[in-house]
């Protein structure tokens, strides 16, 4: 591995395996229940709502929400204080922990139910991370 970041990297798993395959193609994938049609992440062998295995595989939009955020004014590595650890939801529904960058990381611009999109970071060779970014123009 030839790390290009100072971030922690995510070590894959045989179940997150098609989640970050997915984000070195640009793609966020997640996981669909062909019993009752849930669509969940993060990444499970089975289906959170009913434990069904008949499980595929969604293609994400890319579009999401901003669902809530802490901002942090630790020092972490690969990070500039003051950051935020924000929960996105995507337009699909579920909800995952990223990061809102390209914009002040102050309560005045990270709104609730601001509109994102999806951009990608690589970290090393293996492990391109989607963060989220606002769509309109923050001032
Ligand atoms: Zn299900």
Redesign the pocket.
């Known amino acids: 591995m030839h790390p290009t970041s100072d971030k922690f990297i995510p070590f894959i798993t045989p179940e997150t395996r098609h989640f970050w395959e997915g984000t070195k193609l640009g793609e966020l994938r997640i996981q669909k ?6 669509k969940y992440f993060p990444p499970r062998p ?7 295995k ?1 499980i595929s595989l969604v293609l994400c939009s890319g579009e999401a929400k901003l669902y809530s955020y802490v901002i942090s004014h630790l020092p972490a590595p690969g990070f500039k204080p003051p950051f935020s650890i924000a929960v996105v939801e995507l337009l699909e529904g579920p909800r995952l922990m990223s990061n809102v960058i390209g914009c002040p990381q102050t309560p005045s611009s990270l709104l609730l139910d601001m509109p994102l999109a999806v951009v990608y970071e690589k970290l090393s060779d293996e492990i391109i991370l989607p963060l989220f970014k606002p769509t309109e123009k923050i001032v």
């Open positions: 229940c062909d019993s009752c049609g849930h089975f289906c959170p709502k009913c434990s069904s008949d």
